[in-house]
């Protein structure tokens, strides 16, 4: 979490720089939009920001952000690789658990996953172009906020036969501390080997 004061002596460094007067709105507005990130990433993204700054003007919350969490399209673009990877990893049989949860809501407007899984290889580039459009519709809609998996068919025929116990796990997708440990694993076996 981004403390006050760390939050305000980097305030102060910006408008010193840019020669701006910070209000308390200005502060209160700023604060409420960044509250969720730590001190170290507010701090990279105002030094990123600046540096790459091109105009004389007080960097916009805008600006700040695209260092923190990217441009629509970067978000569309990693989107579409999760996707990738749950295909890959499960396909059209698993049901899938992403973590950001505006995928499902795509891909459910796309036709819904065992659609997605089922496509023709040579439709990939059309779907992926409809895709990342709907994705960046939905980000500005706000869709996507409550989490939901896409439901594979071993899940759907065992809910329809009744067989609730044998639903397996979904493959969950894009979730840091499940990467994480992913990478650490990895690293350990090839210091083994």
């Given at each position: 979490m981004l403390t006050r004061d760390n939050?305000?002596?980097?305030?102060?460094?910006?408008a010193g720089l840019f020669q701006v007067n910070?209000?308390?709105?200005?502060?209160?507005?700023?604060?409420?939009?960044?509250?969720?990130?730590?001190?170290e990433?507010?701090?990279a993204a105002i030094v990123k920001t600046i540096k790459e700054h091109k105009y004389h003007t007080f960097p916009k919350p805008a600006e700040i952000l695209e260092y923190l969490e990217g441009t629509r399209d970067d978000k569309s673009l990693i989107a579409w690789l999760q996707v990738k990877e749950a295909i890959e990893k499960g396909g059209y049989y698993a049901s899938i658990d992403f973590a950001d949860s505006i995928?499902?809501?795509?891909?459910?407007?796309?036709?819904?996953?065992?659609?997605?899984?089922c496509s023709e290889k040579d439709e990939e580039p059309f779907i992926q172009k409809r895709f990342i459009d709907l994705y960046s519709l939905f980000i500005k809609q706000g869709r996507g906020t409550q989490p939901v998996k896409v439901i594979g068919w071993l899940e759907a025929?065992?809910?329809?036969?009744?067989?609730?116990k044998e639903i397996p796990k979904p493959i969950?997708?894009?979730?840091?501390?499940?990467?994480l440990e992913l990478i650490h694993q990895t690293a350990k076996?090839?210091?083994e080997k």
């Open positions: 939050f305000g002596e980097v305030m102060a460094g910006i910070l209000t308390s709105f200005m502060l209160d507005t700023y604060y409420e939009i960044f509250k969720d990130y730590s001190d990433q507010f701090k995928i499902p809501a795509v891909i459910e407007n796309l036709g819904g996953w065992q659609w997605l899984c025929q065992n809910n329809k036969s009744g067989y609730l969950r997708i894009g979730y840091k501390d499940e990467q076996q090839m210091g």
